[in-house]
């Protein structure tokens, strides 16, 4: 692998970290509550199982693989940079990372990340060259342990597209998720990040775009049930000229779920025809349920297409009669109404879809 880190320099970037690990709080919510003494748990190396399921291939077929920190290839500063106290920790913190290298394929590399006792961390490096096509799941399992902390990049170069699937699943301790894309000229990435169930989870995506004609799409997929909270943001900053972002929130409450759903698009003066757009739409199974959705735009440029849309409503009486009238009993119809409002955000992905299915 080309243009290595020397140890030294990984050493002084962890150092800068751990130094901001400690002036940072280790997340800001105002739904979930630092009830929880991180900095004193049980530190965990993250699992991996590269064996695929049906309709995908081992994520060795579709990208170079590695997990040392002296085989991480050399990113700018700015690409690692956390965007969160947790982050910080993760970096600072963990001795072992994934940094996946891929490949030009049109199959779908699979990859399961399994966390530990106590607290994991999953510091997760993604690279797509210019001008290749990849598509990638990866599936983090936290079925065992009291919580996850995970630091998500990943980076398109020139002319690349990626399709990234980040699914979260069998957690039974509280995950944070500190995600973010950089984008070359001409590029773009589809990414669906989809949480299925867990006590607590925080998602903070942050995106500065600064390159022109880069697409970034982010479809992102929750299911929430009993007492679980959720809390979800977007942050994406448009700085170049004819960038194209969609975010999509497609959420499901059940029982007493709560969540907080945000999104904030800037466009700066320079991000002329640009097409921005942000949409947060939430089906209350239960009337004990609580979502609350804040959707927010920042126009500075003139000539762009900006717009963002939210919505909260109940399962629709009418169709649960329809529904009910062909032989199907209330909870039944409830569960195919809510199938079909997640899926179509992700229409493509069956094994996903399966996932969504067992919890519902």
């Known amino acids: ?8 320099t990984i050493k002084d970037y962890r150092e800068d970290f751990s130094k901001k690990a400690v002036e940072y709080p280790l997340f800001e919510s105002s739904l979930l509550k630092n009830s929880m003494d991180f900095e004193k748990m049980e530190l965990s190396t993250f699992t991996e199982l590269t064996t695929a399921p049906s309709g995908y291939v081992k994520i060795d ?3 170079s693989l590695s997990f040392r920190l002296e085989e991480i290839p050399e990113f700018d500063k700015e690409f690692l940079e956390p965007k969160s106290g ?3 920790f993760a970096l600072s913190n963990s001795e072992k990372m994934v940094f996946l290298d891929c490949k030009n394929s049109e199959k779908i590399g699979f990859l399961r990340i399994s966390g530990g006792k106590g ?19 990866i599936n983090f399992d936290l079925s065992n342990g009291e919580a996850a902390f995970d630091l998500i990049r990943t980076k398109v170069e020139e002319g690349g597209n990626l399709s990234l699937y980040l699914l979260f699943e069998n957690f039974i301790g509280k995950r944070f998720v500190d995600f973010s894309v950089q984008l070359g000229k001409e590029s773009s990435v589809n990414v669906y990040p989809v949480f299925l169930g867990g ?8 995106h500065r775009i600064y390159n022109e004609k880069s697409v970034l799409k982010e479809n992102l997929l929750a299911l929430l049930k009993n007492n679980q909270k959720g809390d979800f943001r977007t942050r994406v900053t448009e700085e170049a000229s004819q960038v194209n972002v969609k975010s999509e929130v497609r959420a499901v409450f059940k029982d007493s779920s709560r969540a907080f759903i945000s999104g904030l698009l800037k466009v700066k003066k320079q991000a002329m025809k640009s097409n921005s757009l942000y949409s947060a739409h939430c089906l209350k199974l239960s009337p004990n349920s609580r979502v609350d959705v804040e959707p927010d735009l920042e126009i500075e440029a003139l000539d762009v297409t900006a717009s963002h849309s939210a919505s909260i409503s109940p399962v629709d009486e009418e169709k649960l009669f329809y529904l009910e009238s062909r032989g199907l009993d209330r909870e039944k119809a409830k569960k195919e109404l809510s199938s079909g409002f997640l899926f179509s955000s992700i229409v493509e992905n069956d094994y996903i879809k399966e996932k969504i299915e067992e919890i519902l």
């Open 86 to 88: 947790f982050g910080y």
């Open 199 to 206: 006590p607590s989870s925080l998602f903070l995506s942050t």
């Open 1 to 8: 692998m080309s243009n290595l880190l020397s140890n030294k």
């Open 119 to 137: 607290l994991t961390l999953e510091p997760v490096f993604i690279q797509v060259p210019a001008i290749t096509k990849s598509s990638l799941l």
């Open 61 to 63: 077929e579709i990208a």
